[in-house]
C-alpha cells in the first residue's frame, strides 16, 4: 500500500530547465514515435535523474490519458521493475497525451505532451 496520499495534488513542472533534482527525479519522460500501427509512446521516470528503485521508494503506476480519457494503466511492483513503459496508440492529431505517474512516497507528479 502507498505511504503518498492518492489525493494529493497533481505536480506538473512547467520548466524543466529550471527544475531540481527532486523535480526531475519524479516528471515523466515522454517519448513518441511514429510506427506502423499508430504512435509508440513510451513513458520512463525521470527527466535525466533516475528515480529510485526500492522496496520502500519507488513508483508504484504510471497512466495515459488522451485529453480528458484514461487510454493505459501500468501497476508497476518495486525492484522487479522499472519504470519505463510503452503502448502503441491511435489518437488524432493534436491530441495532448498526459503521463501521470505515483510515487510512493512524493505523490502525483505528471508531464504532457501535443502530439
Ligand atoms: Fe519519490
Known sequence: MSDAPILAPLNLVADMSAAGDFEKKHTPHIDVDEVDEGLLVTVSVGWEVPHPN?????????????????????????????????????????TVIRAIEHCNLHGLWAAEITV
Do not use: K, M
Open 54 to 94: 526500492q522496496p520502500d521508494h519507488y513508483i508504484t503506476w504510471i497512466e495515459l490519458l488522451a485529453g480528458e480519457a484514461s487510454i493505459a494503466r501500468f501497476d508497476l511492483s518495486p525492484v522487479a521493475t522499472v519504470p519505463v513503459v510503452s503502448v502503441v496508440v491511435n489518437v488524432d492529431p493534436g
